[in-house]
T-cell receptor, first 112, second 113 residues
């Protein structure tokens, strides 16, 4: 079945530590790939996106993501997290300008 | 830069009442999408419009209807509200073309009592 999977429901990281959030997709073709962040009660902010080309994409707030076709993955990384990074992170896919299909999200908690 | 505008931001309704949510896309964006996010859930696609025509339909109840107007703003009309309709409703907009990205508004939080 076509799906977007975020295997980690909740991740806790110490401030200043590195972060990796996982995302896998299962589609016949490679979709467009996105990461969005949502602070509590807030809207969805686009962190970065991958359409084609360089498999390592840079986003806002110091985030980056790497597309790995062989693993059908698009993992989000940040070398050093800040307390303000605490939020819900959603991986999403789309084909062209069609609807976004979201993963179930990963809640990130930062501890001092 | 201009963003997607949604109104109202918060709405409280009784069961069986009607609600209308409005979305104003980013200027020169011609495509609007509506999503529903229940508590602790990921956003679910409801419906989309391109150039005032419905372009795709997701898991939108028959009690809901939507349209896009000539100025590209969109309205989501919800009738016979149920407790389960309580959710955050997002509107997103994009510009038609290849590789387009959806930009989200802040959402309308609907509470049905």
């Amino acid at each position: 079945a076509q799906s977007v999977t975020q295997p980690d429901i909740h991740i806790t990281v110490s401030e200043g530590a590195s972060l990796e959030l996982r995302c896998n997709y299962s589609y016949g073709a490679t979709p467009y790939l996105f990461w969005y962040v949502q602070s509590p009660g807030q809207g969805l902010q686009l962190l970065l996106k991958y359409f084609s080309g360089d498999t390592l994409v840079q986003g806002i707030k110091g985030f980056e993501a790497e597309f790995k076709r062989s693993q059908s993955s698009f993992n989000l990384r940040k070398p050093s997290v800040h307390w303000s990074d605490a939020a819900e992170y959603f991986c999403a896919v789309a084909f062209g300008n069609e609807k976004l299909t979201f993963g179930t999200g990963t809640r990130l908690t930062i501890i001092p | 830069a201009a963003g997607v505008i949604q109104s109202p931001r918060h709405l409280i309704k009784e069961k069986r009442e009607t609600a209308t949510l409005k979305c104003y896309p980013i200027p020169r964006h011609d495509t609007v999408y509506w999503y529903q996010q229940g508590p602790g859930q990921d956003p679910q696609f409801l419906i989309s419009f391109y150039e005032k025509m419905q372009s795709d339909k997701g898991s939108i109840p028959d009690r809901f209807s939507a349209q896009q107007f000539s100025d590209y703003h969109s309205e989501l009309n919800m009738s016979s509200l149920e407790l389960g309709d309580s959710a955050l409703y997002f509107c997103a907009s994009s510009a038609m073309g290849l590789r387009e990205t959806q930009y989200f508004g802040p959402g309308t939080r609907l509470l049905v009592l």
